[in-house]
């Protein structure tokens, strides 16, 4: 019997940058299955290139050569108009700064996504955003800006905002670096269980031991070679 088909399949992936000494390479032709449902964290060192993998997997850059696969699509055979559909559908993410917009409220943040014909939002996206920011209790911040709301709240509204299409698959850039300890578990604890009860994949790019050990999975990338670590 065949293995499910995987949400996220590497094969090969490698990534130069050119600069005025010549290329730099940054991945070493990396190989990786990722299941749906699935947690997963990337740890190395910094400058290993854990930003511009992540990156690759979100369709926000391409790789040098090699085939990512994400739901059975081979995204370099996409135009940038079917990345940006398939990165507006199918991925969130998540990044050490919130990004929110200043002048919108919570509630407006959350629904920016889903306006992808620039009109309102739907009822139905509208109640997702209700569910959701209940979920991570923020139901009496909604008319709240960014500005008025804490560091952990803001990555929260960041996560419901990552969220709210539905994605298959969540990416996050050090989502707890710039949050204190306690904010920091606390949105660690937040993404596994929204992983578990929304059913989305989750990768995670983390300095933090603690957070990567609630991962399934730990993969270290180092010298652009990924490995098993967990
Ligand atoms: N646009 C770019 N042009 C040239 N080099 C880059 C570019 N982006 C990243 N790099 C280099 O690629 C390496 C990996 O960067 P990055 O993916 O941000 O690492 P990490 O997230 O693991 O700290 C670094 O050496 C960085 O300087
Ligand atoms: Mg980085």
């Given at each position: 019997m065949s293995s499910p088909e995987p949400l996220l399949l590497l094969e090969g992936v490698a990534k130069e940058y050119g600069t005025a000494a010549g290329p730099l390479r940054i991945l070493e032709g990396l190989s990786l299955r990722v299941g749906r449902g699935e947690s997963l964290a990337i740890v190395g060192p910094?400058?290993?290139g854990k930003s511009t993998l992540l990156q690759i997997l979100g369709t926000l850059d391409h790789a040098t050569s090699g085939r990512v696969e994400l739901a059975g699509q081979?995204?370099?055979?996409?135009?940038d108009f079917q990345l940006a559909a398939v990165r507006n559908r199918q991925i969130g993410f998540i990044f050490?700064?919130?990004?929110?917009?200043?002048?919108?409220t919570v509630l407006e943040n959350i629904l920016v996504p889903t306006l992808a014909s620039g009109g309102t939002a739907s009822a139905e996206a509208q109640q997702r955003a209700l569910r959701l920011l209940t979920r991570v209790g923020l139901?009496?911040?909604?008319?709240?800006?960014?500005?008025?709301?804490?560091g952990g709240e803001r990555q929260r509204v960041a996560v419901v905002r990552a969220l709210i299409n539905q994605p298959q698959l969540l990416l996050a850039d050090e989502?707890?670096?710039?949050?204190?300890h306690a904010s920091a578990v606390n949105l660690g604890q937040l993404l596994v269980e929204l992983n578990r009860e929304e059913g989305v994949t989750l990768i995670v790019v983390t300095h933090s031991a603690e957070l990567a050990g609630k991962m399934q999975r730990i993969l270290r990338l180092e010298g652009g070679r990924l490995m098993e670590a967990k």
């Open positions: 910094s400058g290993s081979n995204l370099s055979a996409l135009d050490q700064a919130h990004h929110l917009l200043p002048q919108c139901q009496e911040r909604l008319g709240h800006r960014p500005a008025q709301l804490s989502p707890t670096g710039a949050l204190d």
